[in-house]
């Protein structure tokens, strides 16, 4: 028997209601709205660290988790700067951590991770450009578009649940005997 995981995620809505933002070039992420070259810095950053915890001693930077970084103490002694629109940044880390990372499948599912966040970015601004408004208003009555590190989720009315696939780059298992 094989059972398919699935991503749920009952979502609260935004505090600042009403608010309005310009969305013609910022993102929203599990932490914040910010412009896109932060958006894309930061959830190549985390999709790393989700999906390769550890890995080489690299964790996020502190504070805007645009970096990968290694500490010694306190003191950052190896930073990484990973863009999923600069390849040549996603390989040099690749070609670092093969190993940590699973070798060449484990690259390819970090690699496919920052590309599904940067066209979740894409899809949320284009949403917001279709409006018409080029602003994105957060109603009292939904909870606005977000990447939560793995998988990117639309806007939802509060109080729904809504459910996903797990990402291709996730692992999946089998459960057999249940």
């Not at 070798?103 to 940067?118: E, L, M």
């Not at 639309?154 to 809504?162: E, I, K, L, Q, W």
Request: include cysteine; charged fraction near 20%.
């Amino acid at each position: 028997m094989s059972v398919q995981i699935v991503l749920v995620w009952s979502r609260v809505p935004s505090v600042a209601m009403n608010a309005t933002v310009n969305v013609s070039a910022v993102c929203r992420d599990r932490f914040a709205t910010v412009d896109v070259d932060t958006f894309r810095q930061r959830s190549c950053t985390l999709c790393f660290f989700y999906l390769f915890k550890d890995a080489g001693g690299l964790a996020p930077s502190r504070g805007n988790y645009t970096h990968l970084v290694r500490l010694n103490g306190s003191e950052v002694v190896e930073r990484h700067v990973v863009d999923g629109e600069d390849p040549a940044s996603l390989d040099r880390v690749c070609r670092r951590l093969a190993d940590d990372m699973g070798g060449v499948d484990g690259c390819r599912r970090w690699t496919q991770c920052c590309t599904t966040a940067d066209a979740c970015c894409q899809r949320q601004r284009r949403r917001a450009d279709a409006a018409g408004t080029h602003q994105l208003t957060v109603a009292p009555a939904s909870c606005e578009a977000t990447w939560d590190g793995f998988s990117c989720w639309d806007r939802t009315p509060a109080g729904s649940v809504v459910h996903q696939q797990c990402p291709v780059y996730m692992y999946r298992f089998d459960v057999h005997g249940l």
